[in-house]
């Protein structure tokens, strides 16, 4: 099967990115120079702000030059100035190529580098165009450092040499009348554009991936097309999904009953769900009942002033929530946002099964809670799942989604480090937005009770080490089949040029089923970013460690290769390639020593998958397999080559 040209939850830009022109042209042509982008999740912001990037990069005409900013995590005046030092950084090779040196305009004083920054980009007779992603963010600093946020403002809106577009949902609303001194945050950039559903020819087009070369372009025939885009309401990331699963199943019924049952999509509409007012929600829960579908007799129904209801109709059209009919009746064009709706209690308080009596209380010494205890207000914590360095997993019930998850509370000696906190950070933005089915899906970064935490999607069942340990040798076809599916899921990582460096049987989980899931992006990097793969520093566990690590030498896709081919090696066989009671004699190995051949512990090991793995293993990076997708096509072939033969276990 050829590989779905659709992209699920991530951003694009260029060939991939479809629609949105009127957006586009009054981002980069309107007569505003402070726009805020507002819409629901996975609706595309990201992807917008993205391509704004790219055409203004291509096109000097335009007269801009931009500078995407990534506000995740800046909670404080450390972090903020830091996730501004990353934009610049990321924009290297852009500001050489227009003529303005890193040194010219890096600062340690946050506003002094945005000014110097101005001031370059227009003597080089350009505009800065600064896109800013993840706005809500700011909400924290309001609470924290209100004079801040203040002076943030003024920076963003500054006269004749600068463009600023803000992407965020409409939680960024808290800014609009906050107090202080001056005029609230969102001065200026209310009313926001709104983003939402594609027209309708442009989600043909992009499920007909009409930019996409013709040999890439997927096969659906236009009564299924149709189809999708209408249950799907042309929002691209659900079209897209559908699509996916459709192409892999062949069936429409399945894909829309899979997609409709994702815990993922699920989540988002939920966490969109619970920022709209009450009002709001009654009358899309009164909508999906099938209620009167005019205003007039939706008022009536809800017992609403008529001035409070046109508010909230609005707001809700906007968003795209609503559409109305030519005879201008209202209704919820969306399939799936319809369906869970529909399917979704309106107040849950019943608590998760099998919850301890134990009374709250805190571990020895106050360092993690004990369950049952609730966390941040929402999450009630079920049972401890695991330990680990930098802190506790527990099963935990999210009132709000009203589904189990899995929280990770960090460790405090962690929270308070800012080098800690960026690597979480980077964590939560890298693996929400990879999106592959065997990379576990990471919903959110938090703060409360003085801990960061984070939350994820909840597997039953348990890691790759812990199978391994009981002694018996895993099935040749369950190793292929694991394999095959993590190297996938490297594949999906580096294809967005993201390192894992820490791969090992302790971070891949198994469902009940089997199925992989490759966790713990903790320590990923993007591959060449400026200070993230210096050599110099250890990072990893030493037993699966590639030469390059073992050398603190900078490190490339090949390492994870490398660290992927002993967790293949040890699943195979049953034995680490490399043990010694010292570290440094690991390390050693790992550098000079070949592995034992494979097939002298296990006899009825497939030569092909013990030369698979004995090149994952090759000490020369040039000598491996060169890309995740190289790996994932041997051992495709090689498992389908063992399923022909019928060779069991």
């Not at 009536?300 to 001035?307: C, I, V």
């Not at 800012?418 to 929400?432: M, S, V």
Request: glycine content about 6%; overall charge negative; aromatic content about 6%.
């Amino acid at each position: 099967m050829a590989p779905s040209p659709y992209v699920v939850g991530q951003w694009v830009r260029g060939e991939r990115f479809y629609g949105r022109s009127a957006l586009i042209d009054e981002a980069l042509a309107g007569n505003r120079d402070w726009v805020w982008v507002c819409g629901t999740r996975r609706i595309g912001k990201t992807s917008l702000l993205k391509q704004l990037e790219w055409i203004t990069e291509r096109d000097l005409e335009r007269g801009f030059l931009p500078l995407f900013w990534d506000l995740q995590g800046s909670a404080d005046a450390d972090e903020l100035r830091r996730s501004f030092d990353e934009a610049i950084l990321d924009a290297e090779e852009l500001l050489e190529e227009r003529g303005i040196a890193m040194e010219e305009v890096q600062s340690p004083d946050l506003f002094d580098s945005i000014s110097r920054l101005r001031r370059r980009v227009r003597a080089a007779g350009l505009r800065l165009l600064l896109l800013c992603d993840e706005v809500e963010e700011l909400i924290v600093l309001n609470r924290t450092d209100p004079a801040l946020l203040r002076k943030l403002r003024r920076a963003l809106q500054s006269k004749d040499d600068l463009r600023t577009i803000m992407a965020s949902t409409i939680r960024l609303w808290a800014l609009a009348e906050q107090g202080g001194e001056t005029s609230p945050f969102l001065h200026g950039f209310t009313p926001p554009l709104y983003i939402q559903r594609m027209t309708d020819d442009d989600a043909r087009a992009l499920l007909d991936q009409v930019q996409a070369p013709a040999g890439r372009r997927p096969v659906i025939d236009p009564a299924t097309a149709e189809s999708i885009r209408r249950d799907c309401d042309n929002h691209p990331y659900l079209m897209q999904l559908v699509a996916k699963r459709f192409l892999e199943q062949q069936d429409l019924t399945a894909a829309i009953e899979s997609v409709a049952a994702d815990e993922m999509v699920s989540y988002f509409f939920s966490v969109d769900f619970d920022m709209l007012s009450p009002g709001e929600k009654n009358i899309l829960r009164s909508l999906a009942a099938g209620s009167p579908a005019d205003s007039d007799s939706l008022a009536r129904h809800l017992s609403l002033d008529r001035t409070e209801l046109v508010g909230h109709l609005q707001r809700l059209e906007r968003l795209g929530y609503l559409r109305r009919t030519e005879e201008r009746r209202l209704e919820l064009p969306s399939y799936f946002f319809r369906r869970w709706l529909t399917e979704r209690p309106v107040q849950d308080t019943t608590p998760p099964a099998r919850v301890p009596t134990m009374p709250e209380q805190q571990s020895a010494g106050g360092e993690m809670p004990v369950p049952p205890a609730r966390f941040d207000g929402r999450y009630r914590l079920i049972a401890e799942l695991g330990r680990g360095a930098t802190g506790v997993v527990y099963r935990a019930f999210d009132d709000v989604v009203a589904g189990t998850i899995a929280i990770k509370i960090i460790r405090s000696e962690y929270s308070g480090h800012p080098d800690a906190l960026g690597r979480l950070r980077q964590e939560i933005t890298l693996a929400r937005d990879l999106g592959h089915p065997n990379i576990l899906r990471v919903y959110h970064l938090g703060e409360a009770q003085g801990r960061y935490y984070i939350t994820m999607q909840m597997v039953e069942g348990e890691t790759l080490a812990h199978l391994m340990s009981r002694g018996e040798p895993v099935p040749l076809m369950t190793v292929l089949e694991i394999g095959r599916k993590l190297a996938s899921a490297l594949e999906a990582a580096h294809g967005k040029r993201i390192l894992h460096r820490d791969i090992k049987p302790q971070n891949i989980l198994l469902d009940a089923g089997r199925e992989p899931y490759l966790t713990d992006f903790g320590l990923a990097r993007l591959v060449d970013s400026a200070g993230l793969t210096e050599s110099g520093v250890f990072v990893g566990t030493p037993s699966y460690a590639s030469p390059e690590q073992a050398n603190l030498r900078p490190l490339d896709e090949r390492s994870d290769i490398y660290s992927f081919g002993t967790v293949l090696y040890e699943m195979a066989s049953g034995m680490k390639p490399f043990e010694a009671d010292d570290i440094r004699q690991v390390l050693e190995m790992h550098r000079h020593i070949a592995p034992p051949d494979p097939t002298s512990i296990r006899a009825d090991m497939p030569p092909g998958l013990a030369r698979i793995i004995v090149r994952c293993l090759e000490k020369d990076p040039g000598h491996r397999f060169q890309t995740a997708a190289e790996l994932r096509m041997a051992l495709q072939q090689l498992e389908l080559v063992q399923k022909t033969i019928h060779i069991g276990p």
